[in-house]
């Protein structure tokens, strides 16, 4: 029993993890149900997921469709997964929390090589070991699982992953070409998912719409984490393309309507590209036309910091210093966007065939 003392967020509270219950607890689910593996290329290392059975395969591997190899490649990380109700074996020890803990409290532990995360809401835990490279994420069954964590599974065990190979992941959108492409950055309500589902009719490639990773060279290279996208029910309207590819078409009263993009236009995912521009969208519904306008970097790093930061666990200087020089190695622009949804990839196909 170790005891962590690094909050993650400002809702978050450093708690005690029984990290040997938890791999024990997953063992005995795999003994009890055998295992079902799926291996994916993410940010140019071979994560193998490894589920106890299979009552959680279809609901957390198509947002990885894109990013599929196969078998035979030396896996980088290791993610088991596993739930109670499907396998019949108890829940991992779950550190000690207030009763009347909030829906979206998070409870945060570190200790190196280990962090943890439990969400005592959806009932979730996530648990990363950066020297073995190997992971655990449990919840108590599958109705656990929101919409927004099938749409990005296992985002805090990516998150954690991706920085110890010297990436950083980011909340925000990129869209383009294989020669090179845009990462487009806002708060929720800017347009960004507007902006990167209405590529889909268009030739831009497709690498991500909440979060995707950035490889902080010169230029910084965009690796695309999941090729699902979501959108607020009522923006539907605006993007008529998606029509029967949402999801959760039932759900839509309670819940953003996800779409899984591979699954309907293959051809317009990509696992990433060079970066060449960041964009902050802004919408300008009072004229058809979108248009891209300089932005300073203060700016887009305004745009792309906060709410980055805010999703990740543990926050920190690091990943402000790492945001920092993405926005210092690339153009940075405001995208403003019109009333007229063909013309935003038009704006941003028009960017980069200028550069």
């Not at 995360?117 to 994420?137: C, I, K, N, T, V």
């Not at 802004?282 to 980055?308: G, Q």
């Not at 999703?311 to 009333?339: D, F, I, K, Y």
Request: proline content about 7%; aromatic content about 8%.
């Amino acid at each position: 029993m170790r005891e962590g003392a690094s909050p993650g967020a400002a809702d978050a509270q450093a708690a005690v993890f029984d990290l040997d219950g938890i791999v024990g607890t997953h063992a005995r689910a795999v003994g009890q149900m055998g295992v079902v593996e799926h291996r994916f290329q993410i940010a140019d290392e071979v994560v193998t997921l490894r589920f106890a059975g299979a009552a959680l395969v279809d609901l957390l591997t198509p947002a990885f469709a894109h990013l599929a190899v196969e078998e035979g490649s030396k896996p980088g990380l290791v993610i088991n997964l596993w739930d109670s109700i499907s396998t019949g074996v108890e829940a991992p020890p779950l550190p000690s929390i207030p009763a009347d803990a909030p829906f979206g409290a998070f409870y945060y532990y570190e200790e190196r090589p280990y962090r943890a995360l439990f969400q005592p809401g959806p009932r979730a835990l996530s648990m990363f070991d950066a020297d073995a490279r190997e992971a655990w994420y449990w919840v108590e069954g599958a109705a656990n699982l929101s919409h927004w964590e099938c749409a990005a599974p296992a985002r805090h065990i990516l998150q954690w992953y991706v920085r110890s190979t010297g990436r950083q992941q980011v909340h925000g959108g990129a869209v383009g070409t294989p020669d090179g492409g845009v990462l487009l950055v806002g708060k929720g309500g800017s347009g960004k998912s507007t902006a990167t589902l209405s590529t889909l009719n268009s030739d831009l490639l497709y690498a991500g719409d909440d979060y995707v990773a950035v490889q902080i060279d010169d230029p910084p290279v965009v690796h695309s984490l999941y090729s699902s996208g979501k959108v607020e029910p009522h923006h539907l309207g605006r993007l008529p393309h998606l029509g029967s590819a949402v999801w959760n078409q039932d759900k839509l009263q309670t819940e953003k309507a996800v779409v899984y993009v591979h699954q309907h236009w293959p051809e317009r995912t990509s696992r990433g590209f060079p970066l060449r521009a960041v964009l902050i969208p802004k919408v300008a519904a009072d004229r058809p036309e979108s248009r891209i306008t300089e932005a300073s970097r203060a700016m887009a790093l305004a745009a792309l910091a906060p709410s980055t930061i805010f999703q990740l666990h543990p926050s920190g200087q690091e990943a402000l210093a790492a945001m920092a020089r993405v926005v210092e190695r690339v153009p940075t622009h405001t995208l403003e966007l019109g009333s007229d949804i063909a013309g935003i990839p038009r704006a941003i196909s028009e960017l980069l065939g200028g550069q």
